[in-house]
């Protein structure tokens, strides 16, 4: 029962098609207010914040797709990192209730730069809500920032599922990186119904979870959704077959499998396929100082010591490069 809903998105195609399919698909009676902002400016947010009196942030903007981020490490850096500790300031100094951050299961024991700075972020939350709590018990129930981590969303932008749907339409091949990885999936309307609800558990710093079953092989993917186009697995026991799969290896800083816990337990929620776990984080003031530390390496466009800072930050990120 929302009043209105801000979108903020700084690419304008992806905004006016959002934009779009929302107004066709929900309630005339609910506005929705189209903003074109990068997150580069805290003003400029608190603005938007106070005008709209807007109470809960959804905070997905991020760099996601892990080879194109494992090119362009200091961008990515810079937006996935410093776009979530400015947002945070913004909320601080706003009216805003909740922040939650959308997170992903490669941020667990990342071996890429895409899930090591999505575990900074996670970090950013968990800092800010330990301040906030420390500061004023009254304040702290008025603002909660938390964060859910689940894995690929089906069908979202960049998953492996349009990718192969235009492979089989282009006739082939569909390529599968390891014959042995595996992944866990969800709907976009669970992902979607987890963040939600969410909002209405959250007390301050924790991370929620959704029961996502068991994974799925992509290998078995693939081959599921050529037979569900209707054609045949091209292979040496069927050379005459429609599609061929071809292995193409591990992408840099691909996993094999991914996790959603890093070193606590998940407990149970009044919801039963939502989780809620604790986990451990870098005292705030630490965590500002290791952060200043990766904003000089940024501005002086060292990418060797930005990975470095990277690094000390997320010790447990085991890169496939060497980053020396």
């Not at 776990?277 to 010591?305: C, M």
Request: net charge neutral; hydrophobic share 40%.
């Amino acid at each position: 029962k929302i009043s209105k809903l801000i979108l903020i998105e700084r690419h304008e195609p992806s905004l006016y098609l959002i934009d779009q399919k929302l107004k066709m698909n929900t309630n005339n009676n609910i506005p929705i207010i189209p903003i074109l902002n990068n997150l580069q400016s805290d003003q400029e947010l608190i603005k938007i914040f106070n005008k709209y009196k807007v109470s809960v942030v959804y905070h997905g903007a991020a760099y996601k797709h892990v080879p194109l981020v494992e090119a362009n490490a200091l961008a990515a850096i810079e937006n996935n990192i410093f776009s979530t500790k400015m947002l945070c300031q913004a909320c601080l100094e706003s009216n805003i209730k909740h922040l939650i951050l959308i997170s992903t299961d490669k941020a667990v024991r990342p071996t890429n730069i895409m899930g090591a700075t999505k575990r900074v972020s996670e970090l950013i939350i968990q800092a800010f809500s330990k301040e906030i709590k420390e500061s004023n018990k009254e304040y702290s129930s008025n603002k909660l920032f938390s964060m859910v981590r689940f894995g690929n969303v089906l069908d979202s932008s960049g998953s492996v599922v349009p990718l192969f749907r235009k492979q089989i339409k282009d006739g082939g091949p569909i390529t599968v990186t390891h014959p042995k990885v595996i992944r866990y999936f969800m709907t976009i309307s669970e992902a979607a119904q987890l963040v939600i609800q969410a909002t209405q558990m959250v007390n301050g710093g924790e991370v929620f979870l959704l029961d996502m079953g068991q994974p799925v092989s992509i290998l078995d993917l693939a081959k599921d959704m050529i037979r569900l186009s209707g054609l045949k697995i091209k292979d040496y026991k069927n050379p005459d077959g429609d599609i061929e799969i071809q292995i193409v290896g591990l992408r840099d800083g691909e996993k094999l499998f991914e996790e959603l816990l890093i070193n606590s337990k998940a407990m149970p929620t009044n919801n039963p396929l939502i989780y809620r776990a604790e986990e451990e984080f870098i005292d705030p003031k630490k965590l500002w100082n290791q952060i200043e530390e990766l904003k000089y390496s940024i501005e002086q466009g060292d990418t060797n010591r930005a990975l470095d800072c990277l690094k000390n930050i997320v010790p447990e990120w085991q890169s496939s490069k060497n980053i020396n």
